[in-house]
């Protein structure tokens, strides 16, 4: 292959042609709605006020929870999980308790039940925000032939595409709720991505993911897909590229564009 050719197949490889692939998996917080600055705000209610308790117990310094302990931490990750790796990064250790643990209850799941207090309140009240360029291009590559799934660590994820008001837009939903059911492992795994793409009977390399966390283009990585979309909402694409996006665009109108441009 001379290096001509090699360019020109790269480059037609970073786009979502029909040829190349038969399914898009996309995630659904800071991907297809804008509920991530949402989540966001919702842990840092929880761990700061969980973390003021301790220092304010133990006559410690206070030190807030940051955006990057969210996206180092929590951004992507099943809720129990991000909980206990969360509090694991600051030394504190609590016993896991069950998914039926009151919001009150200090246990990693009661904490992790607190959070989902603190984000359907904000549900309940202002919505959801949905992004147009990934609804545009979603119905644009049904209308070729693809199938397209939603692949989301949340539990709320039904919740969320019902208030959108987009429940009717994807061929699958593979949410939390899903992955705790058939005991599949959540992202930075690649397993909720794998299990998706077999539903829909398409191969890890005909499959492209659509991705906003760091963990989850560790898991398109992982899973050997064949274009992992990175979008970068924060502006330091270089994060995403480093953990396994072949692509990095701000908003997926640029890909859009990309799309166009090749057909």
Request: aromatic share 6%.
């Amino acid at each position: 292959m001379t290096r001509q050719t090699a360019m020109t197949e790269s480059a037609r490889r970073d786009t979502l042609s029909r040829e190349d692939f038969d399914t898009v998996l996309f995630d659904l917080d800071g991907v297809v709605t804008a509920t991530a600055r949402v989540h966001a705000a919702a842990w840092k209610r929880l761990f700061d006020g969980y973390l003021q308790s301790i220092a304010d117990s133990n006559n410690l310094p206070f030190r807030p929870f940051s955006d990057e302990d969210y996206r180092r931490y929590v951004d992507g990750k099943p809720r129990y999980e991000g909980v206990e790796s969360f509090l694991e990064s600051r030394g504190v250790v609590l016993p896991h308790g069950t998914p039926d643990d009151t919001p009150e209850t200090e246990t990693v799941c009661g904490l992790g039940n607190r959070k989902n207090v603190f984000f359907n309140e904000h549900l309940h009240d202002k919505g959801v925000d949905v992004y147009p360029s990934t609804v545009r291009l979603i119905r644009r590559l049904r209308a070729t032939g693809m199938r397209v799934a939603v692949v989301s660590s949340s539990k709320n994820c039904a919740a969320i595409l019902e208030r959108a008001g987009i429940g009717d837009l994807f061929d699958l939903r593979f949410d939390g709720v899903e992955a705790a059911r058939l005991g599949v492992k959540g992202k930075p795994a690649p397993d909720t991505y794998l299990k998706a793409a077999l539903m829909l009977g398409t191969k890890p390399g005909r499959t492209a993911i659509v991705e906003d966390a760091i963990v989850g283009v560790q898991a398109g990585r992982a899973g050997g897909f064949g274009l992992v979309i990175g979008i970068d909402r924060i502006d330091d694409p270089k994060v995403l590229r480093d953990n396994g996006a072949h692509i990095v665009v701000s908003d997926l109108s640029e890909l859009d564009n990309r799309n166009n441009d090749q057909g």
